[in-house]
T-cell receptor, first 113, second 112 residues
Framework: DSGVTQTPKHLITATGQRVTLRCSPR?????VYWYQQSLDQGLQFLIQ???????AKGNILERFSAQQFPDLHSELNLSSLELGDSALYFC????????????FGPGTRLTVT | GQSLEQPSEVTAVEGAIVQINCTYQ??????LSWYQQHDGGAPTFLSY????GLEETGRFSSFLSRSDSYGYLLLQELQMKDSASYFC?????????????FGPGTRLSVLP
């Protein structure tokens, strides 16, 4: 158990819908990272927040957005969902702003039908 | 852009030693890390190299050569539980800013 929690574990929704994935980092960690893992794309970095501020950005789609709240939990919002958005979404956390040692949550499996 | 290359699959027997290579091409370079992921599980951090040389952590070691843009993960005394996918990852900087990039992963199968 990494200490990072993610909800929900599974999510099934239809194309065109919007969903919110939630992540709580390990106690004391200030950074939250979001990753997408699909079979054909591997593990893709989406975005990082550090202490409430956006710190780094990957090739995150405009339909996707995230935020980190004052209690340091984070939410990833996915809108206008497409079939290709079906994937595992991982949240990770770390102490600092640019750590290679990241602790991953169990992931949210999103299925878009 | 960035790219990382790893072998897609490696097979070895229990008790053996296996080396998983990773070559990278990045605009900037801030170190190479390794993660392990079992089927259905989350990635777990194994090691990090910022400087050239070998880092040892128990049965696992990681090596980096920045001049060759190359690193490897060495697993000794293989156990069945080591069967998993192994990813190398770098932190890079591109037009979007800083970016964590993972390799495609190497699936290790440990046979009895």
């Amino acid at each position: 158990d990494s200490g990072v929690t993610q909800t929900p574990k599974h999510l099934i929704t239809a194309t065109g819908q919007r969903v919110t994935l939630r992540c709580s980092p390990r106690s004391g960690d200030l950074s939250v990272y979001w990753y997408q893992q699909s079979l054909d794309q591997g593990l893709q970095f989406l975005i990082q927040y550090y202490n409430g501020e956006e710190r780094a950005k990957g090739n995150i789609l405009e339909r996707f957005s995230a935020q980190q709240f004052p209690d340091l939990h984070s939410e990833l919002n996915l809108s206008s969902l497409e079939l290709g958005d079906s994937a595992l979404y991982f949240c990770a956390s770390s102490v600092g702003s640019s750590d290679h040692e990241q602790y991953f949550g169990p992931g949210t499996r999103l299925t878009v039908t | 852009g960035q790219s990382l290359e790893q072998p897609s699959e490696v097979t070895a027997v229990e008790g053996a030693i296996v080396q998983i290579n990773c070559t990278y091409q990045t605009s900037g370079f801030y170190g190479l890390s390794w993660y392990q992921q079992h089927d259905g599980g989350a990635p777990t951090f194994l090691s990090y190299n910022a400087l050239d040389g070998l880092e040892e952590t128990g049965r696992f070691s990681s090596f980096l050569s920045r001049s060759d843009s190359y690193g490897y993960l060495l697993l000794q005394e293989l156990q069945m539980k080591d069967s998993a996918s192994y990813f190398c990852a770098v932190r890079d900087r591109d037009n979007y800013g800083q970016n964590f990039v993972f390799g495609p992963g190497t699936r290790l199968s440990v046979l009895p």
